[in-house]
């Protein structure tokens, strides 16, 4: 499922246009509902593996205003030996425009914080999300 997000006021700033920060919150929130619709959560949240965000991308291409409907679509884009990377992007569901084109580079991490391989249980964990299908 893709997460949509309405504009509300508190998500603008002064220029009323959705401040570069928010979109962080909006696309974690893409990331959760992947968690969520493919993966086991409580393995994630409950100690045996976590998701470490160690770089973000980000291309911003349009403004989003207050009232807008967003739509943030979230995939695999890669995998790597000990990380991987997300592809990101939130689109304006009225108007088709993409306003946000990211990639999420993360490691997965044991219950003592160390970084882990992508093999094994985790890159079958992994393997569960879908492939990036975007604009």
């Known amino acids: ?32 509902q992947l968690f969520e619709d493919y993966l086991d959560p409580d393995e994630f949240t409950k100690g045996e593996y976590a998701f470490y965000v160690v770089n973000i991308n980000i291309s911003y291409k349009d403004q989003a205003n207050v009232n807008d409907v967003l739509t943030v679509k979230s995939g695999m884009l890669r995998f790597g030996n000990k990380s991987a990377a997300f592809k990101q992007q939130i689109i304006n569901k009225e108007t088709k425009s993409l306003i946000i084109d990211s990639d999420v580079t993360f490691v997965v991490v044991d219950h ?21 299908k975007g604009v």
């Not at 997460?3 to 929130?29: C, S, W």
Request: neutral net charge; charged residues 35%; aromatic residues 12%.
């Open 1 to 32: 499922m893709e997460p949509e997000i309405k504009v509300r006021g508190y998500h603008t700033d002064i220029y009323q246009h959705v401040n570069n920060a928010r979109f962080l919150e909006f696309m974690e929130e893409g990331r959760w």
């Open 112 to 132: 003592t914080g160390k970084p882990v391989k992508i093999e094994g249980k985790v890159k079958e964990m992994l393997n569960k999300i879908p492939e990036f």
